[in-house]
């Protein structure tokens, strides 16, 4: 985005930008151009017909005049139809455009890493879609045709005052010349107060949208006066910006008209006296004025609709660099694939292998693979497989090592190899991080607010890349896995829940989207949500709105656990699963719980020390590295901070 006060950093950029967006439906704007100029030509014409129709009114010719009128008003019929011919296509073909922008637009938003949202103001991105295209809609229904009139109509006028007087059509010049140069510099001044006016105006909608969605919290901490006066801030800070945009596009007008009536005057005083000097007959100079008279209209409209394109321009400016952001980076190559109701395989690309630190290496040419059963050690080797099983084959590398290749079966044994990891590069949150994770093993992460527990999942599922190290999942670096995939792989349920609008059984859904109705109930029943959801309005077709606003904040959390057993993933990561869930519902869902980690390799995050007394192993975190490790009980005999932080939270209970 632009820094505040600046002026669009590459206007031409932008516009070839905004116009390869037209492009994509040229038969439309074309129509379109057309369209406007035989409307516009037509007025011209029907202005010229004014000397004729007064010439020959003058000279009594009756039958001259009546052809005169006649082909005047089908001239402006003519120019009528296409005016409306050209408005009823502008509106379709920028309708088409916008909708392009917009598809365009939200799927690249989609691509783009977690680190983008973290560090910008939501209401500012929706804003884009809103404020932003919206001004990039208003210059197009209203700006792309009227500019090509109103050029057509200034250079038409132009020619067409010389033909008629072209000592006279001297000072209009004189009078062009002088309109120009203060729209050029009225343009210049005021193109860094319409980029400041769009980037403030995002910035005041995200401090709205964050005030409504936080008004509990607000009114909580009676923080409603504070709220009113940075809103006036931020208020003002828009009414500065708009008032520099609007105040030298405003002035253009007046300034226009002025000039062209003094110079109607002038022209005015000197044609009379031509005419009664003989000069010019009396048709041509009352067509010539009229033509001076309209020089102003065309002029005005040309700024006006400039300052519509100047606003479009930067907001399809903050559009374009935000889909200008680098998505996520995916080199990975190795797929996911269903190999039973229960078992996945990782699909390693044909030609490569598995080597050491999970990296992917080239087999050697030629080199013989082995074929191993599923799980089995690799001294287990058989000749035959049977067709359609589960396999895995080895062969030599290009550098002679023995590498995994073919279908590796997802386990869930996960490994972090000196991970140094930072949200900035110059602050690391973890530093030479060594862990592991069996399969089927639970692993616990405890340990103070800030510690690094929350950020070891984000970097599983690769919302974030390491910095340095490694991370494997089945021996293969998490950087060769597709993030689809790799995120296929894994069931998330965090302590921020988040509903979308529609049913419970959508929300539900949105795990799995092939999910039956029996499914989604069976997930429900794994998370204890099936009791609760019975006894809403409508069960399972409940509809769910603003966040899940109508549902307790435990309620919204057993909807989130039902999601992540719907997708039915091999690995799961609870992000304080049940933080909002009283003690008498934990109870309830721990075997549920229990039911859906069976057999997966499961990450919790806790605060409450209780909920992970039968982890396999407890991880204890202080300042990015592992201070502990151990079971429940190995952990207290050692009354280290595990001991600490358990015994602290009995004696506060």
């Not at 690309?349 to 089995?376: D, I, N, R, S, T």
């Not at 972090?416 to 602050?427: L, M, R, S």
């Not at 089945?474 to 049913?503: E, M, P, Y």
């Not at 690995?571 to 109870?587: F, G, H, K, Y």
Request: neutral net charge.
């Amino acid at each position: 985005m632009a820094a505040p006060g600046n002026k669009p950093q590459n206007l031409g950029a932008t516009a070839r930008e905004l116009m390869s967006y037209m492009g994509r439906h040229k038969a439309l704007f074309f129509a379109v151009a057309v369209l406007v100029a035989v409307s516009a030509l037509a007025n011209l014409l029907g202005t010229y017909m004014i000397r004729p129709v007064v010439d020959s009114l003058a000279s009594g010719n009756v039958d001259a005049l009546v052809r005169g009128v006649a082909l005047t008003a089908a001239i402006y019929l003519v120019g009528i139809i296409a005016a409306y011919g050209y408005s009823q296509v502008m509106v379709y073909a920028a309708q088409k455009v916008l909708y392009d922008i917009r598809r365009d637009l939200f799927a690249h938003i989609q691509t783009l890493p977690l680190k983008y949202f973290d560090t910008r103001n939501r209401g500012d991105i929706m804003s884009l879609f809103t404020n932003d295209v919206d001004t990039v809609a208003e210059a197009m229904n209203n700006s792309f045709a009227m500019v090509i009139q109103s050029f057509i109509q200034i250079v038409g006028t132009l020619v067409l005052i010389f033909v008629l007087n072209w000592q006279l059509s001297l000072l209009v010049v004189v009078g062009y010349v002088a309109m120009f140069a203060y729209i050029r510099y009225s343009t210049k001044r005021s193109r860094g107060y319409f980029q400041r006016q769009q980037q403030v105006l995002g910035e005041l909608d995200g401090y709205i949208e964050e005030m409504v969605t936080g008004q509990k919290v607000v009114k909580v901490f009676n923080h409603e006066r504070a709220n009113v006066s940075e809103f006036r801030n931020k208020n003002e800070r828009l009414r500065v910006a708009g008032t520099g945009a609007q105040g030298y596009a405003a002035s253009m007008i007046p300034a226009v008209v002025s000039i062209s009536f003094a110079n109607y005057a002038l022209v005015s005083a000197l044609g009379g006296w031509m005419a009664l000097a003989g000069l010019t007959d009396v048709g041509a100079l009352a067509s010539y004025l009229v033509f001076v008279r309209q020089t102003a209209a065309p002029i005005n409209q040309f700024t006006q609709q400039s300052n519509f394109l100047l606003s479009a321009l930067a907001g399809a400016e903050r559009v374009f660099a935000a889909m200008h952001e680098k998505p996520e980076v995916d080199e990975g190559p190795v797929r996911l694939e269903r190999t039973g109701e229960k078992s996945w395989a990782w699909a390693v690309p044909e030609g490569m292998g598995v080597g050491a630190w999970g990296k992917l290496v080239p087999v050697a040419a030629g080199a013989p693979q082995k074929a191993f059963a599923a799980g089995k050690n690799a001294a287990a080797e058989k000749d035959e497989v049977a067709p359609g099983a589960l396999i895995e084959t080895s062969a030599t590398g290009a550098d002679g090592t023995v590498v995994a290749t073919g279908r590796i079966s997802l386990r869930g044994d996960v490994r972090f190899h000196e991970v140094d990891f930072g949200y900035a590069p110059e602050k690391l949150v973890l530093k030479g991080l060594n862990l592991f994770a069996k399969p089927g093993q639970k692993i616990a992460f405890v340990g103070s607010t800030g510690a690094g527990k929350t950020t070891i999942t984000n970097l599983i599922n690769r919302f974030y890349d390491v910095n340095a190290g490694e991370i494997t999942f089945d021996g293969i670096d998490v950087k060769n896995i597709a993030k689809d995939d790799l995120r296929r792989s894994l069931g998330i349920v965090l302590q921020d829940t988040h509903l979308f609008t529609g049913t419970i059984a959508e929300n539900i859904r949105f795990g799995n989207l092939g999910a039956t109705d029996d499914d989604v109930r069976r997930a429900a029943q794994i998370a204890n949500a099936d009791s609760f959801i019975r006894r809403l309005p409508q069960g399972y077709d409940t509809m769910v709105t603003s966040d899940g606003a109508n549902l307790s904040q435990g309620q919204r959390q057993l909807l989130a656990i039902a999601r992540a057993a719907v997708a039915d993933p091999p690995v799961l990561i609870l992000d304080e699963a049940t933080s909002s869930i009283d003690t008498r519902t934990e109870m309830l869902i721990s075997r549920g719980m229990d039911q859906l980690m069976q057999g997966r390799t499961t990450f919790v995050i806790a605060h409450r020390l209780s909920t992970v007394r039968d982890a396999d192993a407890i991880i204890v975190l202080e300042q990015g590295r592992i201070v502990e490790r151990g079971s429940h009980d190995e952990l207290l005999a050692q009354r280290g901070r595990y001991w600490q932080l358990y015994t602290g939270m009995l004696e506060l209970s």
